[in-house]
T-cell receptor
Framework: AQSVTQLGSHVSVSEGALVLLRCNYSSSVPPYLFWYVQYPNQGLQLLLKYTSAATLVKGINGFEAEFKKSETSFHLTKPSAHMSDAAEYFCAVSDNNAGNMLTFGGGTRLMVKP | GAVVSQHPSRVICKSGTSVKIECRSLDFQATTMFWYRQFPKQSLMLMATSNEGSKATYEQGVEKDKFLINHASLTLSTLTVTSAHPEDSSFYIC?????????FGPGTRLTVT
């Protein structure tokens, strides 16, 4: 069984500040990990994914995430927040590289203050 | 990237009626599509896996007779909410996998009055 926990349902940062969204996972098999972004009333867009290659994964829009097996974490970061980054972010885990059968975390709403 | 569309984007129906939601892969063929449900301010919950030419696989707790899924072609899967009730009001999202990435549709907001 797999599960994902996102600490903090709401995160607020100032524009230009560091963004850190936390994700911890539980998996009985080597995990494949994903971060998705969802804008209001839209579907999900893939930001980045970890598929057992490099532990530091770079994604779109300046986001990156680091897989830490010892901490069972896959936190999402961005050095400098933009107003356009305000959205809902979901961490997800799968037991396969294709991203099928995703298990999502509860989501974190990122708010960016001017 | 691959594009997945959904129709309608919003639908309001009366309690007791049925509503059909379409999910299309526009520029690729999808033998498998997924249907998710998202309640307000909550995460996505996988409802079922739609398989082209065969029966859908439903997650535990999802009523297959209430949420009818048909995947008759490689580019179209439909979800029919039968005898809808207000508690079925939700955001329904479909997705399809291509080239080891899952692409999501824009979602359909269902409101049952």
């Amino acid at each position: 069984a797999q599960s994902v926990t996102q600490l903090g349902s709401h995160v607020s940062v100032s524009e230009g500040a560091l963004v850190l969204l936390r994700c911890n996972y539980s998996s009985s098999v080597p995990p494949y990990l994903f971060w998705y972004v969802q804008y209001p009333n839209q579907g999900l867009q893939l930001l980045l994914k970890y598929t057992s290659a490099a532990t530091l994964v770079k994604g779109i829009n300046g986001f990156e995430a680091e897989f830490k097996k010892s901490e069972t974490s896959f936190h999402l970061t961005k050095p400098s927040a933009h107003m356009s980054d305000a959205a809902e972010y979901f961490c997800a885990v799968s037991d396969n590289n294709a991203g099928n059968m995703l298990t999502f975390g509860g989501g974190t709403r990122l708010m960016v203050k001017p | 990237g691959a594009v997945v569309s959904q129709h309608p984007s919003r639908v309001i129906c009366k309690s007791g009626t049925s509503v059909k939601i379409e999910c299309r892969s526009l520029d690729f063929q999808a033998t498998t599509m997924f249907w998710y449900r998202q309640f307000p301010k909550q995460s996505l919950m996988l409802m079922a896996t739609s398989n082209e030419g065969s029966k859908a696989t439903y997650e535990q707790g999802v009523e297959k007779d209430k949420f009818l899924i048909n995947h008759a072609s490689l580019t179209l899967s439909t979800l029919t909410v039968t005898s809808a009730h207000p508690e079925d009001s939700s955001f329904y999202i479909c997705s399809a996998t291509v080239a080891y990435e899952q692409y999501f549709g824009p979602g359909t907001r269902l409101t049952v009055t």
